[in-house]
């Protein structure tokens, strides 16, 4: 099995930067993902990690440390639209098993 | 990225029907997979729908419960048979994007949000 462990709430300003932890125990990996969610809304891709190191995309960086089972999701100069729910996935398999996501409010 | 629609968006059904969730791509995938997300929590894998055979369960889902089919590369359907108000949820579809080879990157259909009376 698979437990995925990530903060339940976080709260940020808009401008700054939120740091989103996600640790994980898996008896097989193929990668590790980070999806955003709108309220009422599918989840949307954001970033994939496979091999450790950082993996960079505009405002939104990821991180991967596998001897850790341990990932981290940055979201940099902080929007309201960010406002979102933000879940880590840990691919085994090809099939994806999500954390319970960390609700990101972004506060003017 | 592929783009996936599904049918209905949404559904009010009476305790003991069964509803039949449609999901469509624009292009032909290998993989297709069956999400439910329960208010206020995370997606759980139901099933992964295989084109051409039976669809592959995860723990805690049964086929009689979740009947899946695969007709071809592109559409699949996910039914909710003999539903109770415990089965009130989103019902996602995903697809795995054959075009970037190695990630198994899934995207999601916009969901069908079930609500059972």
């Known amino acids: 099995g698979q437990n995925i462990d990530q903060p339940t709430e976080m709260t940020a300003t808009e401008g700054a930067i939120v740091q989103i932890n996600c640790t994980y125990q898996?008896?097989?990996?193929?990668?590790l993902f980070w999806y955003q969610q709108h309220a009422g809304e599918a989840p949307t891709f954001l970033s994939y990690?496979?091999?450790?190191g950082l993996e960079e995309k505009g405002r939104f960086s990821s991180f991967l440390s596998r001897s850790k089972g341990y990932s981290y999701l940055l979201l940099k100069e902080l929007q309201m639209k960010d406002s979102a729910s933000y879940l880590c996935?840990?691919?085994?398999?090809?099939?994806?098993?999500f954390g319970a996501g960390t609700t990101v409010t972004v506060r003017a | 990225s592929a783009v996936i629609s599904q049918k209905p968006s949404r559904d009010i059904c009476q305790r003991g029907t069964s509803l039949t969730i449609q999901c469509q791509v624009d292009s032909q995938v290998t993989m297709m997979f069956w999400y439910r997300q329960q208010p206020g929590q995370s997606l759980t894998l139901i099933a992964t729908a295989n084109q051409g055979s039976e669809a592959t369960y995860e723990s805690g889902f049964v086929i009689d419960k979740f009947p899946i089919s695969r007709p071809n590369l592109t559409f699949s359907t996910l039914t909710v048979s003999n539903m109770s108000p415990e089965d009130s949820s989103i019902y996602l579809c995903?697809?795995?994007?054959?075009?970037?080879?190695?990630?198994?990157?899934?995207?999601f259909g916009p969901g069908t949000r079930l609500t059972v009376l």
């Open positions: 995903s697809v795995d994007d054959s075009s970037i080879p190695g990630t198994d990157t899934q995207y």
């Open positions: 898996t008896s097989g990996f193929n990668g």
């Open positions: 990690n496979v091999l450790d």
């Open positions: 996935a840990v691919s085994r398999d090809y099939k994806l098993s």
